[in-house]
């Protein structure tokens, strides 16, 4: 099975602050992974698809990079609502696998 | 508008059954991957199983025989039979449309099973 693993598990930051979240696959899956945000109570929410692709909506201060076992998630300047946790996810082989989340908190 | 909307949660004892349903609109759940993901209070994701448009299932090993992701065509409806529950399987369950992206692009509101004596 394909482990995943974000960095950090916890972020601490401003409003305006660019960050970035790692995920590293633990063998590759070439651009076949997602990023999602989830607040308190509520669903995941699509950002980046195949690596790189931003979701319809979603604003473009979000961005992913990456392939074979390394991503990243950019934030360009922290808004208040994006204060949330965000996970990575695989798709590329079953069983499907998440990233142990990353939670953004405000500083 | 595409909507998920899951429902059948609830209490229930430790080895007993449950089934999830996730009643679709906007798209048909038979033309599509369709996925359950679940959530253990304060954890994280984990994904469950998925049944793909040609009727192949895959389940994590975590649920492999005992759970069962099926769909009812002419309701657009996906299910999730839960047998030999455990205390571990307590958990929000979220039905989800994957993509052709290899994402889950739409998910549902979530329902609460609590496996529990």
């Known amino acids: 099975d394909i482990q995943l693993t974000q960095s950090p598990s916890f972020l601490s930051a401003s409003v305006g602050d660019r960050v970035t979240i790692t995920c590293r696959a633990s063998?590759?899956?070439?651009?076949?992974l997602a990023w999602y945000q989830q607040k308190p109570g509520k669903a995941p929410k699509l950002l980046i698809y195949?690596?790189?692709t931003l979701q319809s909506g979603v604003p473009s201060r979000f961005s992913g990079s990456g392939s074979g076992t390394e991503f990243t998630l950019t934030i360009s300047s922290l808004q208040p609502e994006d204060f949330a946790t965000y996970y990575c996810?695989?798709?590329?082989?079953?069983?499907?696998?998440f990233g142990q989340g990353t939670k953004l908190e405000i500083k | 508008e595409v909507q998920l909307v899951e429902s059948g949660g609830g209490l229930v004892q430790p080895g007993g059954s449950l089934r999830l349903s996730c009643a679709a609109s906007?798209?048909?759940?038979?033309?599509?991957?369709m996925s359950w993901v679940r959530q253990a209070p304060g954890k994280g994701l984990e994904w469950v199983s998925v049944?793909?448009?040609?009727?192949?299932?895959y389940y994590a090993d975590s649920v492999k025989g005992r759970f069962t992701i099926s769909r009812h065509n002419s309701k657009n409806t996906l299910y999730l039979q839960m047998n030999s529950l455990r205390a571990e399987d307590t958990a929000v369950y979220y039905c989800?449309?994957?993509?052709?992206?290899?994402?889950?692009?739409?998910w549902g509101q979530g329902t609460l099973v609590t496996v529990s004596s």
């Open positions: 996810q695989q798709l590329n082989s079953y069983p499907g696998t």
């Open positions: 989800a449309r994957e993509t052709g992206g290899n994402s889950l692009d739409y």
């Open positions: 049944i793909y448009s040609g009727g192949s299932t």
């Open positions: 906007g798209f048909t759940v038979s033309s599509n991957y």
């Open positions: 063998q590759g899956i070439s651009s076949y």
């Open positions: 195949a690596a790189s």
